[in-house]
């Protein structure tokens, strides 16, 4: 059997195995795993390597205007760029409803743009903002049938966020169609009141973004989220979790046996509120909503990850310049509620959970495939195609040097947004040849494909994916041993 490309002597991660073998790739995809396979057209030696399925980052914004009115830095070229360097491989980015907006004109505009100049796979969540009879009755469940089987909704912002009845609703048409919805759980109000309360006061340095996004508030919407999703016997996805108190919520609710999925993502893990405490308006690099916390979050953060409350790490890329453009649009004088909300963090996603997670003994390898890519493929009804390393699979891979270590810098990064907020850190580990349904993508730290060589995914039906619950049936999974730590850290 003739291969196209074949990887050999490598070590092989799956979500559930990890095993020498050489893989045959035809056609752009795996056709053959086994032992002392026979030199294909092209043939990459990766001894002293881990072959490891291509990321996949479920939650990213790219080329999207905000509810501010402000355009991302970067489009469909360079955060697919950036991703590729980063060692994922397919990205789901949000096509955004905004109010009066139809939904077909919105997924035309964004297919339109990404295929232009995509150079890895996507697909696409819709955000819905303005949930009318005729989105409810029409354009939702014709999306959800061209393989748009997940959207997201917001209980923030005033320019997206939807009320509870209006949630209802978006969630009895995901029962009923089989998608999933993804959830921002905030406040509103709380945050609303806290923030006006600093601003009238003079309070506007960015520190103050973390103490009017409270953790309250993303407690008290997780929970009114998940009792909404209960009521209509619905799957619900939270996203970029940061608090312990969250996690708890939940947690609890998985118990139960009520399907939550929970995600967090880099800024939660690596980022405290300290980060932002700066002098003038450099803080604003690092807000995002919900803001980092603490050092205790993130230690609860990492537990949940372990033992399964928290299935999915996602980057929530959003890439806004440090400049009127972005971040500051009155520059100096740009307050709190002024700025643009969201970090960066598309290419350093993986390097930084590699790292800190495997490295330093917080996850087993193992377990990085699966928060990185094949619990992605599950829950967004990608999987056996994406986010694993089986025969009939595309060639969706990263060759991973283990012990590379590497300082963080904006000057090695590829995306458009000028800065990161990772800047100097050490890691050790990162993927230096990735390859996209069997064609190199990156090599020699280079890029090897041409813009709009990457293709469009439609997606099944939502699957399963193991939570805390699933997590009791073993006997070591001792997801009740952190619990104590969960409501030390909320003291």
Not at 26 to 44: E, F, T
Not at 166 to 180: F, N, P, Y
Request: hydrophobic share 40%; charged share 20%; glycine share 8%.
């Amino acid at each position: 059997m003739a291969y196209d490309l074949t990887i050999r002597n490598g070590i092989i991660a799956t979500a559930s195995d990890t095993f020498n073998a050489d893989l045959g790739i035809r056609d752009g995809v795996i056709v053959a795993i086994d032992a002392a396979l026979p030199s294909g057209r092209r043939d990459i030696d990766a001894a002293g390597r881990l072959v490891l399925p291509g990321g996949i980052d479920s939650h990213c914004h790219v080329e999207q205007l905000s509810g501010m009115g402000l355009m991302c830095a970067d489009d469909f070229y360079s955060a697919t760029v950036s991703a590729a360097f980063g060692g994922t491989t397919t990205i789901i980015p949000f096509a955004a409803q905004h109010r009066g907006m139809q939904i077909p004109d919105v997924i035309a505009d964004y297919t339109r743009r990404a295929a232009e100049k995509a150079v890895i796979d996507y697909a696409f969540h819709l955000i819905v903002a303005d949930p009318t009879e005729r989105v409810l009755t029409q354009d939702l469940p014709q999306a959800i049938r061209d393989g748009i089987t997940s959207f997201k909704v917001f209980m923030t912002y005033d320019s997206l966020k939807l009320d509870d009845y209006q949630m209802l609703e978006v969630l009895d048409l995901a029962r009923r169609e089989g998608a999933l919805v993804m959830v921002h759980a905030e406040n509103n109000e709380m945050i609303r009141w806290l923030a006006q309360r600093m601003i009238a006061r003079g309070r506007k340095a960015p520190k103050y973004h973390a103490l009017a996004h409270d953790a309250l508030a993303e407690t008290e919407a997780t929970h009114r989220a998940i009792q909404l999703a209960r009521l209509v016997d619905t799957p619900l996805m939270i996203v970029h979790v940061s608090s312990p108190e969250a996690v708890q919520v939940i947690q609890s609710s998985q118990i139960l046996g009520v399907q939550i999925h929970g995600e967090t993502c880099p800024q939660y893990l690596f980022l405290t509120a300290e980060d932002i405490d700066l002098p003038g308006v450099e803080g604003a690099k690092f807000c995002c909503s919900p803001p980092p916390r603490d050092k205790a979050a993130q230690e609860i953060l990492w537990e949940a990850l372990k033992h399964g409350t928290l299935q999915m790490y996602s980057s929530d890329h959003a890439p806004y310049r440090f400049d009127e453009t972005g971040k500051l649009p009155k520059g100096e004088q740009t307050s709190f509620k002024e700025m643009a909300n969201g970090v960066p963090g598309l290419e350093v996603r993986l390097p930084l959970l590699f790292s800190e997670g495997v490295k330093q003994g917080r996850i087993t390898l193992n377990q990085f495939v699966a928060l990185s890519a094949t619990n992605h493929a599950r829950t967004y009804g990608m999987y056996p195609r994406k986010g694993t390393i089986a025969i009939g699979s595309d060639a969706d891979l990263a060759i991973w040097n283990p012990e590379r270590k590497m300082t963080l810098a904006t000057s090695m990064l590829h995306d458009n947004v000028g800065y990161t907020p990772y800047e100097g850190r050490e890691i050790c580990g990162w993927p230096e040849i990735v390859i996209s349904r069997g064609r190199v993508v990156v090599e020699n730290d280079l890029l090897q494909v041409e813009r709009g060589s990457g293709q469009y995914l439609a997606r099944g039906t939502p699957g399963p994916i193991s939570t805390a619950r699933d997590m009791r049936k073993s006997p070591n999974a001792g997801i009740f041993k952190w619990s104590a730590q969960i409501a030390a850290a909320s003291e």
